[in-house]
């Protein structure tokens, strides 16, 4: 198959779609794959590199989307991408399709075959397609409190972890999945007082036993929610309902209880948030204020480390995208772990929680395939 990797125009987002490790492993399975120039420049990989792993580089994006039958990405296909797709091509990368009506629309109108990486599941029920980038973004949701809560940065002044006789900070995390765990893990590293807010119990008996008395666990409510998140220097929302729209657990009526200068760390903003008041920013400007209170919700966090991420990010892509380069669209049809992530099919949305979200109709692979 001919297998194509443009640049990211996403706005400061360095990742690629496929390493040139990866791109190796391709053309050793017999395929060919295209590579826009300098795609690979924000994790220091040039263009010689991908041509010593075997691949063509293209001189501009057109030429790989118009080549190509497979296009891997990273983040969602912007406009002037997704009016490029055609019926038949596969694409392979993140959508977050539920808040973003206009890109679903777009797919669905080019006809493509669109398989998003955060609905790929596992034997075992997980996600492992989004796991690496939510491992990633929990440890950087601590790093971005920590430089909002710095009072030049409009916070209240507070260092995390505080000092021998100064209290640290307070730090609350909705959602005990994997960003909540990484997020709590390294809040916990730097000395912050820790809680974790969930709704399965089994899941906060794991998280008391893995971290054995150092995190505070809690069972979700709307009156716990309340009493932690006016008690809190910075806030993790870290709750995701997989294809769906993320549930808005703090309303903008419990911004004035807050405590002014803390932060809200919003995780779950590609999915469009679980904060009232959220809305997507960019690295280049990622927070703003409302009521006093510090909102940071960039939508492609793990691209600030482009280098960890793009590597995590191949490492769990690699064997799907390869039943996919190998054998196309059959691989979605024997795979049922590929056919979870499936959420557009010649012009169909095919993932009942994205079609339920926009308010679509929804047709089971069934159904669009028949």
Same mark, same amino acid.
């Given at each position: 198959m001919k297998v194509g990797v443009p640049k990211e125009i996403k706005t400061h987002e360095y990742r690629v779609g496929l390493t040139p490790g990866a791109v190796r492993e391709y053309v050793a399975a017999g395929h060919s794959v295209l590579v826009e120039s300098n795609a690979g420049a924000g994790i220091g990989a040039t263009d010689d590199n991908y041509r010593k792993a075997g691949a063509t580089i293209a001189t501009s994006a057109r030429e790989v989307f118009a080549s190509s039958e497979?296009?891997?990405?990273?983040?969602?296909?912007?406009?002037s991408e997704w009016t490029q797709l055609r019926e038949n091509q596969i694409l392979f990368t993140y959508l977050h399709l539920a808040p973003d009506p206009e890109q679903a629309k777009g797919l669905m109108k080019s006809g493509c075959t669109a398989i998003a990486y955060e609905t790929v599941t596992d034997a075992h029920g997980?996600?492992?397609?989004?796991?690496?980038?939510?491992?990633?973004?929990?440890?950087?949701?601590?790093?971005?409190?920590?430089?909002?809560?710095?009072?030049?940065?409009?916070?209240?002044?507070?260092?995390?972890?505080?000092?021998?006789?100064?209290?640290? +900070?307070r730090i609350v995390v909705?959602?005990? #999945?994997?960003?909540?765990?990484?997020?709590?893990?390294?809040?916990?590293?730097l000395g912050a007082e820790v809680t974790i807010l969930d709704r399965s119990i089994p899941r906060l008996r794991e998280l008391d036993e893995?971290?054995?008395?150092?995190?505070?666990?809690? $069972?979700?409510?709307?009156? +716990?929610?309340?009493?932690? =998140?006016f008690a809190a220097d910075v806030v993790i929302g870290a709750v995701l309902v997989p294809g769906a729209s993320a549930p808005k657990l703090?309303?903008? #009526?419990?911004? %004035?209880?807050?405590?002014?200068?803390?932060?809200?760390?919003?995780? +779950?903003?590609?999915? #469009? #948030?679980?904060?009232?008041?959220?809305? +997507?920013?960019t690295h280049a400007d990622p927070t703003y204020e409302v009521d006093g209170v510090i909102h940071y919700c960039v939508a492609n966090m793990p691209g600030a480390v482009p280098l960890t991420s793009s590597q995590a990010l191949n490492n769990a892509t690699l064997p799907f995208g390869l039943a996919l380069? %190998?054998?196309?669209?059959?691989? =979605?049809?024997?795979?049922?772990?590929?056919?979870?992530?499936?959420?557009?099919?010649?012009?169909?949305?095919?993932?009942?929680?994205?079609?339920?979200?926009?308010?679509?109709? $929804?047709s089971p692979i069934e159904q669009a395939a028949a």
């Open positions: 497979m296009i891997v990405k990273v983040k969602e296909p912007q406009p997980g996600l492992p397609l989004l796991a690496p980038m939510s491992e990633v973004a929990g440890r950087l949701a601590i790093e971005a409190a920590g430089a909002a809560l710095k009072r030049y940065a409009g916070g209240r002044g507070l260092l995390i972890g505080g000092v021998p006789g100064v209290p640290p +900070a909705i959602g005990g #999945g994997v960003v909540g765990t990484h997020a709590a893990r390294m809040a916990a590293g893995l971290f054995e008395g150092r995190v505070r666990t809690r $069972f979700s409510t709307i009156a +716990a929610v309340e009493e932690e =998140v703090v309303s903008r #009526g419990m911004l %004035s209880s807050m405590r002014k200068g803390s932060v809200i760390v919003d995780v +779950a903003i590609d999915q #469009g #948030g679980c904060f009232e008041t959220s809305r +997507a920013t380069a %190998s054998k196309g669209f059959a691989a =979605v049809l024997e795979n049922p772990h590929l056919r979870a992530g499936l959420n557009v099919y010649r012009g169909r949305l095919t993932y009942k929680a994205v079609a339920e979200s926009l308010g679509l109709p $929804f």
